[in-house]
């Protein structure tokens, strides 16, 4: 399994913006593809988006337009950049890793996971 070890989160206000990373331990991370999950207090962990190998990305509608998310093979890195941040936005954010070629928006398909990152967004 790759290890996988989230950074950039932190606090800001209603529509700043925040890039969190994930990076990947391992010479084979151009061979997994990637997800963001998010879990809110009271709330079920939820996908956010996803990269296949390719960089083909795919995103949930509540996002869409706002974040973005990008893979760097070179740096066995994935970014999540995040515009025009919503309060509702307020979670702690993971990255995933998963052997599948599918971007799956369902958690327990995923092989491995990040500590998370704290994201915070100030009303």
């Known amino acids: 399994q790759v290890r996988l070890v989230e950074s950039g989160g932190g606090v800001v206000q209603a529509g700043g913006s925040l890039r969190s990373s994930c990076a990947a331990s391992g010479p084979t991370f151009n061979t997994y593809t990637l997800g963001w999950f998010r879990h809110a207090p009271g709330k079920e962990r939820e996908f956010v988006a996803g990269i296949a190998k390719d960089g083909v990305p795919v995103y949930t509608n509540s996002i869409k337009g706002r974040f973005t998310v990008s893979r760097d093979n070179a740096k066995n890195t994935m970014y999540l950049q995040m515009i025009s941040l919503k309060p509702e936005d307020t979670a702690v954010y993971y990255c995933?890793?998963?052997?599948?070629?599918?971007?799956?928006?369902?958690?327990?398909?995923?092989?491995?996971w990040g500590q998370g990152t704290q994201v915070t967004v100030s009303s």
């Open positions: 995933a890793a998963r052997l599948g070629l599918a971007i799956l928006s369902v958690a327990t398909q995923y092989d491995s």
